[in-house]
Antibody
């Protein structure tokens, strides 16, 4: 059973960089894509980025330029950095596995519990 | 990227069937069979309930079914139960190799 555990500061100041890490256990980090999805309080889900262990990365165009996703295969960790944050970046950030169930890489099948990041001075 | 559209809320009585629509464009739902649906109960992480429009993962009730017509995908919940009260999100792969979620639909069991 794949388990994902997000960690990182719960409070980030405006204009600074948000940094989160996701520890992957119960499965190989080399088998799938890994993603980040966020959810502002009381609002819907927003896809942020995907990464494959071979290095392929994809970003939400609305965040591109501020966001970077990376993998550390030796530690089985996926990381997210989001720069120049504002209050609009306040959200629960989920680490998610993107898998292929026969067709393309299209299935967000395992989700972490999420971690709330608040942007405030 | 354009957002998908879903009704804000849908309600039904126990035992009834309800359908949630998810409308996109010819660059996402209309172009690919890669539409998935997620159930999110209060305070929890989303849970995959349908993928590739019509397929259910192991362990998901067969009361959940999906379809697609043109650029609109639909989720139907049959035999509505109180445990089905939750928010439901559709998600589609896009022609830009990105993903887009719908705004979510709140399902209320009357």
């Amino acid at each position: 059973q794949v388990q994902l555990q997000e960690s990182g500061p719960g409070l980030v100041k405006p204009s600074e960089t948000l940094s989160l890490t996701c520890a992957v256990s119960g499965g190989s980090i080399s088998d799938s894509f890994w993603s980040w999805v966020r959810q502002p309080p009381g609002k819907g889900l927003e896809w942020i980025a995907n990464i494959h262990y071979k290095g392929d990365t994809y970003y939400n165009p609305s965040l591109e330029g501020r966001v970077a996703i990376s993998l550390d295969t030796s530690k089985s960790e996926c990381s997210l950095k989001l720069g120049s944050v504002t209050a609009a970046d306040t959200a629960v950030y989920f680490c998610v596995r993107l898998n292929r169930y026969g067709g393309g890489w299209s299935v967000f099948d395992y989700w972490g519990q999420g971690t709330l990041v608040t942007v405030s001075s | 990227q354009s957002a998908l559209t879903q009704p804000a809320s849908v309600s039904g009585s126990p035992g009834q069937s309800i359908t949630i629509s998810c409308t996109g464009t010819t660059s996402d739902i209309g172009a690919f069979y890669y539409v998935s649906w997620y159930q999110q109960q209060l305070g929890k992480a989303p849970r995959l309930i349908l993928y590739d429009v019509t397929n259910r993962p192991s362990g998901v009730s067969d009361r959940f079914s999906g379809s697609r017509s043109g650029s609109t995908a639909s989720l139907t919940i049959s035999g509505l139960q109180t445990e089905d009260e939750a928010d439901y999100y559709c998600c589609s792969y896009t022609s830009s190799s990105t993903f887009v979620f719908g705004p979510g639909t709140k399902v209320t069991v009357l």
